[in-house]
Each structure stands twice: as structure tokens, then as C-alpha cells.
């Protein structure tokens, strides 16, 4: 096992988070940001709210910062899509808006399903005007999602971590 | 047929009357919006021109953030039912500062007053919903204080509900059908966040 092998990186995450005074932390269960949903959790400076869908995530983040607290939504590509139309709530309000995306669909995943939200994800939130980091080296989460939460939070955009199925695992459910 | 003989302007009047800096309102778009303006458009008001079923779920981050003001959500039955999740979600908070009523007409107003789905069943071709009762809704997915408004008696005991009662408060108010005049505040959605930041938190 090499170095880099026995990075952290939720731990890290979680650590950036608290740096950048992260107070809400909304998400729909998920196995690749489990173990960060469970240090958030856990934490108390941060709380944490479950969704039904991950469409509730924007308006709570613009509802957050209206009342001068910053947050971040943690999804997987599956659900970016339920997100696109109040996607929109981050241009017109233009407040900082924070996501970071676990990727199906992506490499070598064995489920078919996952695949149209998965190579979706990028271009609809590129459409949505929302700026992409991507990260597949787990030497690199750490300073990726800090850039990320300054491009939000510092400049005031809307930003999304692309944390890539190579850097989280492939999910085969047994599968060779 | 909706049997409603509440008006609502002078009933949003009243749950906003005396708002001082301790309310922050936010409003569905549509006709919550031409409401809640019509009242007096003031900085704390947060009022949607867009973003259908986005309300509740603002009034939540917002509510968990500022845990020492009384937020408070007007809409719609549209807007509502577009975002019944968004209950649930409040009632994993439990925030004891937030009130939400939905004015409910029975129609979506804004693209010419077709039925919801709170119109009744049965109600002729173009104009049955469901008969959803969206306080029923509300008290199912966990916000215990839920109560439905039609008479003029209960509205006092409404407005005090809404603005001081241990939240989370769930009011449906069952509203007439009416043509209104379209009172608008400002438009420009940034605009609308740095005015409300700036009377809240001093700063943009």
C-alpha cells in the first residue's frame, strides 16, 4: 500500500468544512460521503439535515445565507439532476452555494442505470452557470475542495466538487 | 366547489401587521408575493418571483440560522404541493421559530387558475383536483401543529400562530378566488438578498 493509498480524504473534507465555518450540512444517504455525513453528524458546530430530494438542498443553502450562515450539500450525480431548475436561485440571487458530488456513471461503473446522470452531470451544471472541480487523487481533495469553498464562499460563486468514481471506488456489488 | 369566504390581502395585512425587525417573511411567487407586498414592501421581506417550491425549504435554512427571529413562509397551494418533501424535512428540525401558511385557493393563479390538486373530486371536467388536504399532509410528515383556517373568528388566533406560537407551526388558511391588483416589490433577486442581509446583518 502506497502513501497516497492511506489518505483520509472524508477526514480532510471534514476538517476544510470546519475551516471555512460551515454550519449546515444538508444530504440524502450515501454510501462515498458516508463516513463524512457521520463526522458532520457527530460534530457539534454543524448541523446536519436530511433530504427527500436533493432539490431542497439550494433553496435551503440561499436560506442559510440570507440568515448570514454559510452550508454546503453533499449529493451524487444521481441527484444533481433533481437540483437544475432551483440551480438557477444561485444566478438569480447570486449568493455562494457550495456542492460537493459523488460520481456514478462514471469509471467503471456496472450499473447501467447510472450512466445518463452521470455523463449528464458536468454539461447540465455547466449549463446552470455553476463552476466544476474535479478530483480523482485523493492528494489532491484536500486543496480542491478548499479552492472550492473559496471560489464560493471568497468569490461568491456556485461551485460543485466533482469527486470522481476512480478516487471513491467502484461499486460492484460483488461483481468481478 | 370551494366554499371559502376568506379575502386574502387584509388576512396577510393582519399576520404582517406591526412586523418590526424580528420577522423575516419569505413569500411564494405569485400572488404570495403581490400579498405579502401589498402589506408593505419592507427590506426583511424576502418575497419570489420565481423558484416554484423553494419557500419552505428557504424559510428552514434560514430559520436554523437566525434561531432568534421568527421566520415566516406564506404561499401557495401550488408552490405547496410542489414541495411536500419539504415538510418532512422541517419536521427532522423541528425549528421552533418557523410558521408556514399556505393561502389556498384551491388554484394555480398564475397561469390562469386551474385546479389544484386541493380543489374538490368530482368537481367537472376541467375543474377537480384531489381534495389533498395539505394540513393533513403537513401534520403526517411530523409537524405535529398543524391546523386549517376557513371562518373569520379563527383568523386573530391565526395571526398570533403565525407570529409567536413555538414552531414549527403549520397553518392552512382556505382563501377565496379573487382578481387582485398585482403589488410588486423589487424584481432583481440579488438585489432582494443584499437589502434583506444588510437590514438583518448589517453587511451584504
Known amino acids: 500500500m502506497n502513501a497516497v493509498a492511506t489518505i483520509d480524504w472524508h477526514d480532510q473534507i471534514f476538517d476544510i468544512l470546519q475551516d471555512h465555518d460551515i454550519k449546515q450540512v444538508y444530504h440524502v444517504p450515501d454510501a462515498g460521503h458516508g463516513k463524512l455525513i457521520e463526522a458532520c453528524q457527530k460534530s457539534n458546530s454543524i448541523r446536519t439535515v436530511p433530504l427527500t430530494t436533493e432539490e431542497e438542498g439550494i433553496p435551503l443553502a440561499a436560506g442559510a445565507w440570507l440568515g448570514g450562515q454559510r452550508s454546503v450539500l453533499l449529493m451524487q450525480s444521481s441527484g444533481v439532476g433533481n437540483t437544475i431548475n432551483l440551480m438557477g436561485l444561485t444566478k438569480t440571487l447570486r449568493f455562494p452555494f457550495l456542492t460537493l458530488i459523488t460520481m456514478r456513471g462514471d469509471y467503471g461503473e456496472f450499473n447501467s442505470w447510472q450512466y445518463p446522470m452521470g455523463q449528464g452531470t458536468p454539461k447540465v451544471l455547466e449549463a446552470m452557470g455553476v463552476l466544476l472541480y474535479s478530483v480523482d487523487n485523493a492528494a489532491e481533495v484536500k486543496a480542491t475542495v478548499d479552492a472550492a469553498a473559496r471560489s464560493a464562499f471568497n468569490g461568491g460563486q456556485a461551485v460543485a466538487v466533482l469527486l470522481r468514481q476512480k478516487l471513491i471506488g467502484i461499486k460492484n456489488f460483488g461483481k468481478k | ?204
Open chain 2, 1 to 204: 366547489m370551494s366554499k371559502a369566504t376568506l379575502q386574502r390581502r387584509p388576512l396577510v395585512k393582519k399576520i404582517l401587521d406591526g412586523a418590526d425587525d424580528d420577522l423575516l417573511v419569505i413569500a411564494g411567487l405569485g400572488s404570495a408575493n403581490w400579498d405579502i407586498t401589498a402589506a408593505g414592501d419592507r427590506p426583511l421581506n424576502m418575497p419570489l418571483w420565481g423558484a416554484m417550491g423553494a419557500p419552505v425549504a428557504m424559510g428552514l435554512g434560514l430559520a436554523m440560522a437566525q434561531p432568534k427571529k421568527r421566520v415566516l413562509v406564506i404561499t401557495g397551494d401550488g408552490d405547496m404541493l410542489m414541495s411536500l418533501g419539504a415538510l418532512a424535512t422541517v419536521a427532522t428540525q423541528q425549528p421552533e421559530n418557523l410558521a408556514i401558511v399556505v393561502l389556498d385557493n384551491e388554484k394555480f393563479g398564475e397561469t390562469g387558475n386551474q385546479a389544484t390538486h386541493t380543489s374538490p373530486r368530482n368537481n367537472g371536467p376541467t375543474d377537480s383536483g384531489a381534495g389533498t388536504d395539505l394540513a393533513m399532509i403537513a401534520r403526517g410528515c411530523g409537524i405535529a401543529d398543524s391546523a386549517t383556517v376557513r371562518e373569520a373568528g379563527e383568523v386573530a388566533q391565526l395571526v398570533k400562530d403565525a407570529r409567536t406560537k413555538k414552531g414549527p407551526v403549520f397553518r392552512l388558511v382556505k382563501v377565496m378566488v379573487e382578481k387582485l391588483e398585482f403589488v410588486m416589490p423589487p424584481q432583481d433577486g440579488a438585489h432582494l438578498k443584499d437589502r434583506f442581509r444588510q437590514a438583518l446583518l448589517g453587511h451584504a
